[in-house]
């Protein structure tokens, strides 16, 4: 088992990224597993998925569920994301969904991923926890003149299917309810999802899921997986192990290849960096026009995503570099750094109190998949959410849970979801596969840009 797709500096399970989440949030203990056990379900992957599936199958159904995690609970992209509560979860456009799956099941999908961002309202009110909510909606913004078209069609087409307001903002317009800066060209607000402590969220599922009597082991790998009949039985690094009569896989940008052939090489990890800066004053802010607690990401296919957090710090996010060693990772975020100060002059050179770093998971499918294997339908699955998990992942662990309790005629899954992706041809070269994809995205980006310069 455990092909790993990077460096092994990103597969420390023995401690915790040392995340702005990390650093306010406070972790309950969390046992290891060291003894045999028997469950209804078997959970591998404590996060979000891995958690609210876990949730849902004790709460709405009384089936119960053990949970295992290589690390500690949100040990993965869970407790180190940026806390946007944000739709699409998937990187196919709306054209090219309707293209594939059709315009209602299409619909279907999205009525889906908003039902994720109300989840993430009301589950820490239904189980008294506070996630830190701030912010209304989201705002995309146009970081050159050329990706304000792009942005306002795409606000069309997602009223349109959805119904979800959407409104156009000029230059002027977007400084009054979000920021200036050098590379602000107006943008879009859209009217659903907001921002939150990631971990809080995490923490607050995990809380629940105990409450309701789901056990919960830390520092367990699953490292074997055997049969006995129809009883799967997940053997941990220290050879305790859970019996089940069903699994679910709720690694996401983790799944290591050789878990279950089924899964083997299908997901495409990738590396997402955040910046937290030290807190910035009220005359810091009024020198970038800053005026909102709402993220915000711009228009380049290699995004960046930015809020301001409740003590006022920025939280700065960038794709990785495609090696994953430490030294790669000190060059990008410090290129991350030299970019923060071009598009807000003022703050060049900021001091950054935090920086982290962690997976996402991305498919030949571009967008997620929820179901069981074909051959071995006693074995679930819920991953894929490219980079737009903090909505999507709980959603999909109550889907998940859903389908094992009423079976998948009562419970129907979106046929976006449905089945797994294509596998990815060569495993070994993934990381070549993602080089490429940043040089093609990057090079499409810039070519839009001087178009766009030749054209005025
Ligand atoms: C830096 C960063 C920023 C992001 N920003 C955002 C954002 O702002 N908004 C948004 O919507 N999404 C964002 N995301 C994506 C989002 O965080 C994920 O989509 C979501 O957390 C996935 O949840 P998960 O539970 O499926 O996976 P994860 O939280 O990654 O959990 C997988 C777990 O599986 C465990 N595991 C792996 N192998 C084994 C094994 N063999 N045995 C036991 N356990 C195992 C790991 O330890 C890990 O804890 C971001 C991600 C990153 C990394």
């Known amino acids: 088992m455990t092909e ?23 972790r309950p203990t969390v046992p290891s ?7 209804d379900v078997a959970v591998i992957g404590g996060g979000y998925t891995g958690l609210s599936t876990a949730l849902h199958l004790a709460r709405d159904h009384g089936i119960e569920a053990v949970v295992l995690d290589a690390g500690v609970p ?7 994301n940026g806390g946007l509560v944000c ?100 943008g879009v607000h859209v009217g659903v999802g907001f921002a939150l402590h990631p971990m809080a969220y995490a923490l607050g599922l995990l809380g629940a899921a105990r409450r309701r009597g789901v056990r919960v082991y830390a520092h367990s790998p699953v490292v074997r997986w055997d049969r006995d009949g129809s009883d799967h039985r997940l053997v941990a690094a220290n050879g305790a192990s859970v019996r089940a009569r069903r699994v679910v896989v709720a690694a996401n940008g983790w799944t290591p290849d050789g878990l279950h052939r089924g899964l083997d090489a299908r997901v495409l990890p990738a590396i997402s960096n ?14 970038e026009s800053w005026n909102t607690e709402t993220a915000i ?14 003590d006022r710090r920025l939280l700065f996010g960038a794709r990785g570099d495609t090696a994953g060693t430490t030294a790669a990772a000190d ?67 109550k889907t998940v849970a859903d389908a094992i309790a009423l079976g998948s005629a009562a ?19 993934r990381r070549l596969a993602l080089a490429g994809a940043y040089l093609w995205y990057g090079t499409r980006d810039r070519l839009q840009e001087l178009r766009h310069t030749g054209a005025d």
């Open 4 to 26: 790993r797709v990077f460096d092994a500096s990103l597969y420390r399970y023995d401690r915790v990224e040392p995340s702005y989440w990390e650093a306010t949030a406070e």
């Open 33 to 39: 597993l060291v003894q045999d056990e028997a469950a």
């Open 74 to 80: 949100a040990w993965g992209a869970s407790g180190r």
């Open 87 to 186: 739709i699409p979860p998937a990187k196919a456009s709306i054209p090219e969904m309707v293209r594939r799956w059709g315009r209602d099941e299409t619909a279907a999908f999205y009525r889906w991923a908003i039902a994720g961002c109300d989840l993430a309202r009301t589950l820490p009110a239904d189980e008294g926890f506070d996630v830190c909510a701030q912010g209304d909606g989201n705002l995309e913004v146009a970081d050159h003149p050329s990706r304000l078209a792009g942005l306002v069609e795409e606000a069309g087409h997602l009223t349109a299917l959805t119904g979800v307001p959407t409104r156009i903002l000029d230059r002027a317009a977007f400084a009054e309810v979000g920021h200036g800066g050098t590379e602000q060209f107006g």
């Open 274 to 287: 955040i910046l937290v800066t030290r807190p910035l004053g009220d005359a810091e802010l009024a020198a």
């Open 297 to 310: 990401v711009n228009a380049r296919t290699l995004l960046f995503y930015y809020r301001l957090l409740p």
């Open 331 to 397: 060059r990008m975020q410090a290129w991350m750094h030299r970019r923060l100060g071009e598009l807000f002059p003022s703050w060049a050179g900021i001091e950054v109190d935090y920086r982290w770093r962690g997976l996402v998971a991305m498919t030949r499918k571009r967008a997620p998949s929820i179901g069981a294997v074909n051959d071995d339908p006693s074995v679930h699955y819920a991953f894929g959410y490219h980079a737009a998990g903090v909505a999507a992942a709980p959603m999909a662990g």
């Open 411 to 429: 419970a129907p899954v979106p046929a976006v979801l449905r089945g797994l992706p294509a596998r990815f041809p060569m495993a070994a070269m």
